[in-house]
Structures are given as structure tokens and as C-alpha cells.
């Protein structure tokens, strides 16, 4: 469930009935003790020193009977320094620009305040939404979400979150009743924009968490709209571990008269002291080696590795996951669905020990518990995304390392960013054993596997896109990449080849990727049903089930091969030894009974050296056991076969006169691998047109499937119209003659800027700003395709939906 309706807490704070006194009487005494309690808080803020260096426990704070037993519930004693400076301020009604380290306790910052405004207003239901929070990642608004139910047990006020991943109807019938909203700016947006009777006009606080990254160009536009609709007599918080105090933003919200509250100006480091951080040059084609070395050596502990687009992390995770590292990996990525988004959040802030590996969408404020190590293989695009990805360990009190992979053609540009910031960063060296080269794995499992070599070329395509795009071309310097090395490290055939558009697109597309890591996370990528596209795919949901959904996504069995399973596709499949091993295929074949000069009608079967007679049901079954006949079988020797059909032993030593003959040794490997080259190339060619095959019937079925769907709607809308004139009976809510019941969330926004262009919906062709030089006729269906494409949100073992969801509805709502 997308959004959650919940009372922050139970009736007002512990009830102290007397038994004796008439229930009028003692409600009348009460009120006039609330009144009183309430007098002497708005006395006790006036009087508060703001910069008294007294404060230290929430005790000491002017706080409602029911923050402070909230606080004392939730195991909340003693301020943090971001916290003794903002609270205090803001219970006095500041605006407050709010900068401190990750992890330095600003969510409470900000909650605090926000509940004490509401309850000296004496907030009810009925006035409304008093207070609006807006985060730029659907994983940190369900965090604050949850910080601000344990806090706000004790009150009453009514608190919603509006993320996305439901319909707009269903959230727009509850926001209404809300008091306090978490929420992501584009969605926020639409309600605004769209849900009828949803009054802000009396909003008396609104908190941006993360706020430069709200402010940066991907949000701008929501933003601004957002604001706009906000009334401007109201108290403002933006917090953020790295802000600026830019003029122009602050114009843009309106802010009055702002505190700057800085905890980390005072400081030496912009990131955490318990932070060890360090760095190791090595070159783009050996970072997976690095990343593979790193993980084998530190099984028993929490990682957290960042990588720089949706598509590497999707490509590391499918390929470390078969090369089997020893421990629970997962990954997360903004174009996942919401419920498994949250699923895979929730499995790694639980597991002891295990790798998560991600995209930036969980670079900022999300609260892992006891992360060891946050691992950069991409270098971060600068030093603002550094200090919020290494904020993600050594939080609070707990202590973290963090490990930054520097191409050498980085190095210097990138530790003069994070000097200009303070960053306290060492360079360290990798163990010579402790490098574990995996490439030769990665060739093999992309040889057998094409859709991880598709993935892999993604990875790589996206990865040097990203590299072209970046603003600081001190530091990504794409001529000084080693790229042939690269795409071989990804175990690619070749090097994908790629050109680049030129001009003013470049500029705009750079910020394309941040917008959808947000805003992509928070409305886009689960097809919320909130747009035509999502409501007729909802239709479609409804009609096919849910394997079949997962089986039509493209490289759907990169991810799982399971779900296929499930389908009966490969019902005759069997795992490559399948037809050696078939008993029933050499029962049947008379053939070999008559070779084997038995009575026709005796069945027998030679396995290996043993001839054994099948007389019964059962031996025939057990014999369908591939133990069993494991147990009668010599072990096998590996055989190749010349164009004559002639078998050989792998490995032919000739005799060394013969080998000498040939030619020289170096020639002949040189001979050797071209000819080895030609056939992978050859071997590339002909995936590649199965792959096109397979779209291409995929598309066919999808357009079968639409045209029923569309012959079937319009089926059962004559026969509606028919029904409705003549008996009058039960008519559906359909709108007048020449509306267009869709009108409305046609113009909503679409998401068309996404993450990762495999699962965007249907839409127009994008405009290319690249392309690979082989974009012949083959690729065009494949970029269409792509818009098909729904991502695969599960990385691991097949559970239901409805498990999922009541997973993650229990995440939202108790
Ligand atoms: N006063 C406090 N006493 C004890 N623990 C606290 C206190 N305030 C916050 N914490 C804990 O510190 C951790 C970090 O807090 P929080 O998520 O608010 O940090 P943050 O500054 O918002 O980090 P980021 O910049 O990464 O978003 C949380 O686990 C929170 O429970």
C-alpha cells in the first residue's frame, strides 16, 4: 500500500480520571488544566534562551506532556548537537536552514518542532493539513514516516504517507483527513494539482529534508509548483548533511529572516569522526576484480556498494550472485516496484551481514542500521554525493569505513573535490593476494548466458554515457578510460561502440538520470494506475496472472529463470544432459532392444558398463532418477568431435615434429585465438537475432492481447449502452456523452525521464541523444520494445504478491 493513514497516537496523553467527579465535570477540569498547561509552554518558548548552551536533555526542552513522554518511549534522552541548536529556534517559530553530518539526528530536528507547533495550535481533524514534509526518495519518507509514529504515539494528530505506488484515488480519499504529511514532491504535486477539496491554505509548517537535493534542477519544477500552492505565513525547516545558502533558493521558498543552523562549520571534517575513509586508484577494467576481492574478504560483514547507474548495479548483482561470493546479496535500484523496494530496504536493515548493492537512490538520509562499509566503485559525481554515500555507515554514535574506487585518470581531480570539502580520505592499497581477477568467470557466465551479456553491455553503455555527461570534466576524463579494457573486464565479446549527440541535450540529459533516481523513485516506476498507461495496464492485470506479467518483462529471466519455470516454458527443458540421461527416450526405441538382441517387449537399458532389465513400473521410475543412474555410469570423459563426426579428448598432444611443422608457436596461438574470436563474435551475432526474434514475438503477442482486450471492451460497452437504455437498471459510473473519462489523468505528469530505460512504459521513441554504431535495423525494435518494459523487482526467492504487499503494508501501517 502506497499510502497509510494513521493516527500518530492514541487520545491525548495518560488519562488521570478521578473516579468520584462527574465525567462533564471532570472533561470541563480538563480542558481548563490543558489551558493552563498550554499557557505556561507558550510562556516557557517565549522565555527560552535560544542559544543557551543549558540544553542538553529533551527534559530541559519547553515540550508537550506528550512529545516528551514519546521521546522517553522511543529511548530519546540526550540532544545531538544539530538537535540543541534547531529545536529551540524553531519552537520559537524560525525558519531554519539546517546543516549537519549524515547521521547527526536531523529527522528529530525537524519532528519535534513540527508536533509542538500543532499541538500549541491545538490541531483537530478538522482543521486540516497543519504540517507538510517533503523528501526526495520514497525510502526516506517512509523512514521519517516511522520516526514520527514512534514519537508521536502520544498525540492525536492524524498522519499520512504519499509516496506514490497506489492509485491517486485511493490516496486522494484519505488526504483530507490528514494532519501531517511525508511525502515526495511529484506526487504531492498531483494531489495538489488534481485531487478535488484538498485544502493546504492552512498549512502551518512545511520541513524539506535533504533540501538541496529537493532544490537541485531535478525537483525544480515540482518544487516550485508545490510551493506555489502553499500558503506563505507559514514556518519553514529545510535540513540537509551538505546546503548552500543559495539566494535564489531560499527566494524560491520564501523564507523568512532564516537561522543558518550548521553543526559541521565548527568541525574539521564534513563527514562523521567515527568515519574511516579511504580510497584505492585502480583502473576501470579491474574495479569488479577489486569489488569481488573486497566482498570475498569481508563475508562477515554489512555492505553497502554504490555504483552509478541502475543498469551496472543490475549487471554486478546478476553476475556476483552466480559466482556465488558466500553471502546474501540484493540490490536496489529506483526503477524496482515500490513493495519490493521496501521489501529489500527492510531485508538488509535486518540482515546481520550482507551487500546490498545500489544506486544513489539510497545515497541520502536512509537510516541502515550498523552498516560496516560503504564501498564506491563509481566514482560519485562529486563531493556533496560522497559525503551523503559514506553517510550511509557510521551513524550517530556507531563507527564505519568507507572505500572509494578511483580510476587513476580520477584520482587528482576527485581528492581536490574532497579536499575543498574537508574530507579526511587515505589512500590504501590492495593486497596483491587478496586481487581476485574474475574476468575469465564473467566471460564464461556472459558466454553462456546472453542475457547477462545483454545487461553487461547495457552496464557498459550506460556506464560511459554517465562518464560523457558528467559536469566535472577534471575529474571524468572519458579519452584516459580504458574502455576496450572495460567491456572485456565485463566479460563482452567486443567493445560496445557508441556515439554521442552533441550540443545542448547533453547538458539537459545529465540531469534526466538524477531526476528519475528520485523522482522516478518516488512516482514513476510502478506504474502507479494513476495515468491511462497504468490504467490500462491495471486491465491487463487484471486478465493475466501474475508469472505471466513477470515472464513478458524483458531479460525478466536475467532475474528469474524461476518464474519461467513456473510458466511451463521450460517444462522440457533439462539441465543440458537431459537426452543422455532420458530412460523413457531409450524404452522406447525398439531399436536398441533389437541392437541389444533381446526379445522385443523386454525393456532394457545400458547405463555405463551395466546392462539392466526394466521388469517393473517402479524400476522404470527409479530409473528416471538421475542419482540413480549416476551411480550406474562410468565417469564421463569429455569428447570433442571433428567435421567427420570422429570423437577426440579435449586436449590432442600432437607429436612435437608435427607441432613444428605447423609453424611457429606464437603464430599458431595468435591463429588459434582469432579463429576462437570469430566464433564468439559469430556466437554474439546469432543471440543477438534471437534475441530480436524473441522481441519481435513478444510485441506481436502484446498487440494480440491489446486487440482482444480493445474488442472485448468494446463488446461489453454495446452491450452495456443496450442495457442501460432499456432496462434502467445499475449503470456504471461512466461520464456524460463526449468527456473523455481518461481527460483527467492524461494530463497528469508522465514520468518520462527514467532511470532505466528498459522499464519505461509505452510511450513515443525518445529522442537519441546516443547511439551504438551497430544501431542498424535490429536495435530500433529493441529501443521500442524497451518502452514495453517493466522491471523485474525481485531479487530473490519467488513470493507471492500478497506477501509482499502485507509485508510492506506492515512497514507502513502497524
Ligand atoms: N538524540 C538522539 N539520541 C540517540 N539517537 C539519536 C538521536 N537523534 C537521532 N538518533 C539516531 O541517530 C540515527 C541518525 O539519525 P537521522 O536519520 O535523523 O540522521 P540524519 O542527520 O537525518 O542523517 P542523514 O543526513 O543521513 O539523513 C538514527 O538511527 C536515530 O535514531
Request: with cysteine.
Amino acid at each position: 500500500m502506497a499510502t497509510s493513514k494513521m493516527a500518530v497516537g492514541t487520545k491525548g496523553g495518560p488519562a488521570k480520571e478521578k473516579p468520584r467527579q462527574s465525567k462533564k465535570e471532570a472533561k470541563t477540569l480538563k480542558r481548563k488544566r490543558d489551558q493552563d498547561d498550554l499557557e505556561k509552554l507558550r510562556l516557557a518558548i517565549e522565555e527560552l534562551d535560544s542559544k543557551s548552551t543549558e540544553i542538553k536533555n529533551f527534559t530541559d526542552l519547553p515540550l508537550c506532556e506528550a512529545t516528551t513522554s514519546g521521546l522517553r518511549a522511543s529511548h530519546f534522552e540526550v540532544l545531538t548537537d544539530i538537535q540543541a541548536r534547531a529545536i529551540p529556534l524553531a519552537l520559537k517559530g524560525r525558519d531554519i536552514l539546517g546543516a549537519a553530518k549524515t547521521g547527526s539526528g536531523k529527522t528529530l530536528a525537524f519532528l519535534i518542532p513540527m508536533l509542538e507547533k500543532l499541538y500549541r495550535e491545538q490541531w483537530t481533524e478538522f482543521d486540516g493539513l497543519g504540517a507538510l514534509i517533503i523528501s526526495p526518495t520514497r525510502e526516506l519518507a517512509v523512514q521519517i514516516f516511522e520516526v514520527l509514529r514512534k514519537i508521536g504515539r502520544n498525540h492525536t494528530f492524524s498522519a499520512g504517507l504519499v509516496i506514490g505506488g497506489k492509485s491517486l484515488k485511493d490516496e486522494a480519499e484519505r488526504l483530507g483527513r490528514m494532519n501531517i504529511l511525508v511525502c515526495t514532491p511529484g506526487r504531492m504535486l498531483q494531489h495538489l494539482d488534481q485531487t478535488a477539496g484538498f485544502d493546504v491554505t492552512n498549512l502551518q509548517l512545511l520541513v524539506l529534508d535533504e533540501a538541496d537535493r529537493i532544490m537541485d534542477m531535478g525537483f525544480q519544477t515540482a518544487v516550485d509548483a508545490l510551493i506555489e500552492h502553499l500558503p506563505k505565513s507559514r514556518q519553514t525547516l529545510l535540513f540537509s548533511a551538505t546546503q548552500t545558502k543559495t539566494v535564489s533558493d531560499l527566494a524560491r521558498l520564501s523564507l523568512k529572516d532564516p537561522e543558518y543552523v550548521a553543526v559541521h562549520e565548527e568541525a574539521t571534517t564534513a563527514t562523521p569522526a567515527n568515519l574511516q575513509q579511504h580510497y584505492i586508484v585502480t583502473a576501470l577494467p579491474e574495479k569488479l576484480d577489486a569489488l569481488w576481492g573486497f566482498i570475498r574478504s569481508n563475508l562477515k560483514s554489512k555492505i553497502i556498494v554504490f555504483f552509478s547507474s541502475g543498469k551496472q548495479v543490475r549487471f554486478a548483482y546478476e553476475a556476483f550472485r552466480r559466482m556465488q561470493p558466500g553471502m546474501p546479496l540484493l540490490h536496489l535500484i529506483g526503477r524496482q516496484k515500490q513493495v519490493a523496494r521496501l521489501e529489500i530496504t527492510r531485508r538488509f536493515a535486518m540482515a546481520k551481514y550482507s551487500c546490498l548493492f545500489a544506486t544513489d537512490v539510497v545515497a541520502r538520509g536512509v537510516d541502515f542500521p550498523a552498516v560496516d562499509w560503504v564501498i564506491q566503485v563509481d566514482c560519485p559525481e562529486d563531493a556533496d554525493t560522497y559525503i551523503h554515500r559514506v553517510g550511509r555507515t557510521a551513524r550517530y554514535e556507531s563507527k564505519g569505513r568507507a572505500v572509494l574506487f578511483l580510476d587513476p585518470s580520477e584520482e587528482e581531480g576527485m581528492l581536490k573535490r574532497l579536499e575543498q570539502k574537508k574530507i579526511p580520505i587515505q589512500a590504501i592499497r590492495v593486497r596483491e593476494n587478496k586481487k581476485k581477477p574474475i574476468k575469465d568467470q564473467l566471460q564464461s557466465l556472459c558466454f553462456q548466458s546472453p542475457d547477462l551479456k545483454y545487461l553487461g553491455q547495457k552496464a557498459f553503455v550506460t556506464y560511459v554515457q554517465s562518464i560523457y555527461l558528467q559536469k566535472d570534466k577534471e575529474v571524468f576524463k572519458l579519452d584516459d578510460l580504458d574502455l576496450d579494457g572495460y567491456a572485456a573486464a565485463l566479460g563482452l565479446p567486443g567493445t560496445p561502440q557508441i556515439k554521442f549527440q552533441k550540443g545542448e541535450d547533453a547538458k539537459k540529459l545529465k540531469n534526466a538520470p538524477r531526476y528519475n533516481l528520485s523522482s522516478g523513485d518516488e512516482d514513476s516506476d510502478d506504474g502507479d494506475g494513476d495515468t491511462e498507461g497504468g490504467d490500462k495496464k491495471k486491465k491487463k492485470d487484471e486478465v493475466r496472472t501474475k508469472y505471466q506479467k513477470m515472464a513478458e518483462r524483458q531479460n525478466q529471466d536475467v532475474l528469474s529463470s524461476h518464474y519461467r519455470k513456473l510458466l511451463g516454458e521450460d517444462a522440457g527443458e533439462d539441465d543440458g544432459d537431459g537426452d543422455f540421461l532420458s530412460v523413457k527416450r531409450v524404452l522406447e526405441d525398439d531399436q536398441l532392444d533389437e541392437a541389444a538382441g533381446k526379445k522385443v517387449g523386454v525393456k532394457t537399458v545400458k547405463l555405463g558398463n551395466s546392462e539392466l532389465v526394466i521388469d517393473s513400473h517402479r524400476r522404470e521410475k527409479l530409473l528416471n532418477s538421475k542419482k540413480k543412474i549416476a551411480k550406474y555410469m562410468e565417469k564421463g570423459k569429455k569428447l570433442v568431435f571433428d567435421d567427420d563426426g570422429n570423437a577426440h579428448p579435449v586436449y590432442e598432444l600432437t607429436n612435437e615434429q608435427d607441432f613444428k611443422q605447423q609453424g611457429p608457436a606464437e603464430k599458431l596461438r595468435q591463429q588459434f585465438v582469432e579463429t576462437e574470436a570469430g566464433k564468439v563474435k559469430e556466437a554474439d551475432v546469432e543471440d543477438k537475432e534471437l534475441a530480436k526474434k524473441r522481441r519481435k514475438e513478444k510485441r506481436d503477442r502484446q498487440k494480440q492481447r491489446e486487440r482482444e482486450e480493445a474488442e472485448a471492451e468494446a463488446a461489453a460497452s454495446e452491450e452495456e449502452e443496450g442495457g442501460a437504455g432499456g432496462g434502467g437498471g445499475a449503470r456504471l459510473d461512466t461520464p456524460s456523452d463526449g468527456e473523455d473519462p481518461l481527460a483527467l489523468l492524461r494530463s497528469l505528469p508522465t514520468n518520462d525521464r527514467y532511470e532505466d530505460e528498459q522499464d519505461e512504459p509505452p510511450k513515443k521513441k525518445a529522442k537519441k541523444w546516443f547511439q551504438t554504431d551497430d544501431s542498424s535495423e535490429d536495435e530500433r525494435p529493441r529501443k521500442k520494445q524497451k518502452g514495453g518494459k517493466k522491471v523485474i523487482e525481485m531479487d530473490h526467492e519467488p513470493e507471492n504478491l500478497q506477501d509482499l504487499e502485507a509485508l510492506a503494508a506492515g512497514l507502513l501501517e502497524d
